[in-house]
């Protein structure tokens, strides 16, 4: 929790245990040259949030070897997700807010799976928010940052396109203006996780066990 990526890998490198080690990034950073950043602080490879199942296993067959640091084995043929079925109808209430085929790639078609994420973004975005909250008040950018920033890589998961988009705006506003973001962007913030949140607990509320 006190060290940034960047941080862990160098501390990792200078390590006598296991220097060579594959350390593979996971960030919700998907713009151009963050790969190559990640390279040039000793990272061997690169997965963006969202995570598409087929392109992590793909990854993870190319490091996953005793040899990983000096081979790159082809890695192994994943099954395609199935097409929108009978099983991912279950969740068309959580459109529009969620783009629900998007989501049904993200878990690989596992509706148990579906169903854990939206239980966990329902625990942890009120809690987030009022910490959030607090940070702002508080002056406190790094917290701030980082917890818009785990908003970002979650909604991105959900396939919640409308609060990903509102969390990258509120993130590069925190990263270029500090604390003196407008009072009008942390309200249309603010107003769409409680909105999704709501929308995704009464969705699960009729669902059952």
């Given at each position: ?97 969620i783009d629900v085929a998007e989501l049904w790639k ?45 908003v970002k890589g979650m909604a991105g998961t959900l ?51």
């Open positions: 929790p006190v060290l940034d990526g960047y941080a862990a890998t160098k501390r990792i490198r200078a390590g006598t245990r296991q220097p060579n080690v594959p350390i593979i990034a996971m960030t919700a950073h998907a713009i151009a040259g963050y790969r190559e950043q990640c390279l040039a602080h000793g990272m061997n490879d690169y997965v963006s949030k969202p995570i598409s199942p087929p392109e992590l296993y793909k990854v993870l067959a190319r490091w996953c070897t005793p040899d990983a640091a000096h081979t790159q084995p082809q890695p192994p043929k994943v099954a395609p997700v199935e097409s929108p079925n009978k099983e991912m109808a279950r969740f068309a209430g959580l459109a529009p807010h993200h878990v690989a078609g596992k509706p148990s799976l579906l169903k854990r994420l939206l239980e966990r973004f329902v625990e942890s975005m009120e809690s987030n928010d009022d910490t959030l909250r607090d940070a702002l008040r508080e002056g406190d950018l790094e917290t701030a940052s980082r917890l818009v920033h785990t396939g919640a396109t409308d609060l990903r988009t509102l969390a990258i705006e509120f993130e590069a506003a925190l990263e270029q203006s500090g604390l003196e973001t407008s009072a009008e962007l942390r309200g249309r913030y603010f107003d769409c996780t409680r909105h999704l949140r709501l929308h995704v607990a009464q969705f699960l509320a009729t669902q059952g066990e």
